[in-house]
């Protein structure tokens, strides 16, 4: 089954080259926007290395994680070639850079996304980085990444079809139960274009979309959910970080009762909120008071310019007076 024309037509990301870091916090992170970033990770040598028969080369020897199994890099691409599900099994590993050290370094963190606030946890921090692989039609269905943190996904080979939806809309033919510790998607991704692709048309929301390809990077800004497939064989990073922007929505996002059984890519999350935020405390002293002030003055100045919006209601309304 091929991805249908009509599918991948629409492209209305906002694409970016050159942003300095100040206008990325300013007219992305902060509105929390989805973004796709051309040219920034150009100087990787991941981008002229990557390979199969470097990958298999450089990872003799070691397995990756594949959805509930694990093998080497020479079984999946023979999997992958000769795949005929709808499903295909995803090779999705945090642990990459420690089992293949050469893959931690044929990339860099790029420079919007330096800041990394878990890493104050150390070694307790929740997983944060995958190298992901895949055949055309693997993919990632509808999903909010863990624990409110934002992502970057940086293309290596290939291309991906992106589908986002803000945090508020919950994407047609998706279920999330009430606290959001669960998330029914249809069966397959191919079948949520099938039947639910054409449902957004009308919608006054319309989704976020793009294909990405090799050399691009996309942002994905916490609680919005994302559907992703590969459209070719595709060879990708990705990181979860948490900075300074989103802090205070990873903290609340930590302390609700219930947040040890959220899908979250943790081991130990019963003290992960406290002993984030102590570590913060003590490696940051006073980043999170700062934080919650400056929210708050933005929450006071959003309700002062919404009660101006009111009196200038009233004023089109007849109440107001020019004084003469
Ligand atoms: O399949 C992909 O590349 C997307 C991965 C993703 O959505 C995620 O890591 O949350």
Request: aromatic residues 12%; glycine residues 6%; proline residues 6%.
């Amino acid at each position: 089954m091929e991805m249908r024309h009509e599918w991948l037509a629409r492209d209305n990301i906002e694409r970016r080259r050159g942003m300095s870091v100040e206008q990325f916090v300013a007219e992305v992170e902060e509105p929390n926007r989805p973004v796709l970033l051309e040219g920034c990770i150009d100087t990787w040598p991941a981008l002229q290395k990557w390979s199969r028969d470097y990958l298999l080369e450089i990872s003799a020897g070691k397995e990756f994680a594949v959805g509930p199994v694990s093998m080497p890099l020479d079984r999946y691409f023979r999997y992958a070639d000769n795949v005929q599900e709808e499903r295909p099994l995803y090779l999705f590993d945090a642990k990459f850079a420690e089992k293949v050290p050469e893959m931690g370094r044929d990339y860099e963190v790029p420079e919007y996304f330096r800041e990394d606030l878990f890493s104050v946890l150390g070694k307790e921090r929740p997983d944060y980085r995958w190298v992901i692989i895949g055949p055309a039609g693997s993919g990632s269905s509808f999903h909010v990444d863990p624990n409110s943190t934002s992502a970057w996904n940086a293309i290596i080979k290939g291309a991906k079809k992106w589908v986002m939806f803000p945090p508020e809309v919950v994407p047609p033919g998706v279920h999330p139960s009430a606290d959001a510790a669960e998330v029914t998607s249809p069966v397959s991704i191919m079948e949520w274009f099938m039947n639910f692709y054409g449902a957004c048309k009308t919608w006054e929301k319309r989704p976020i979309e793009c294909v990405c390809r090799a050399g691009e990077v996309v942002f994905v800004p916490n609680g919005w959910w994302h559907l992703v497939i590969n459209l070719e064989e595709s060879f990708a990073i990705t990181q979860n970080y948490v900075s300074r922007r989103n802090l205070l929505n990873v903290l609340d996002f930590l302390k609700k009762p219930n947040a040890s059984e959220l899908v979250s890519r943790t081991k130990d999350r019963v003290n992960l909120h406290d002993n984030f935020r102590g570590a913060i405390e003590a490696a940051h002293p006073g980043m999170i008071k700062q934080l919650e002030l400056e929210a708050q003055q933005k929450a006071a100045a959003r309700k002062k310019k919404a009660s101006f919006w009111d009196s200038a209601a009233d004023a089109k309304s007849g109440g107001f007076k020019f004084s003469s």
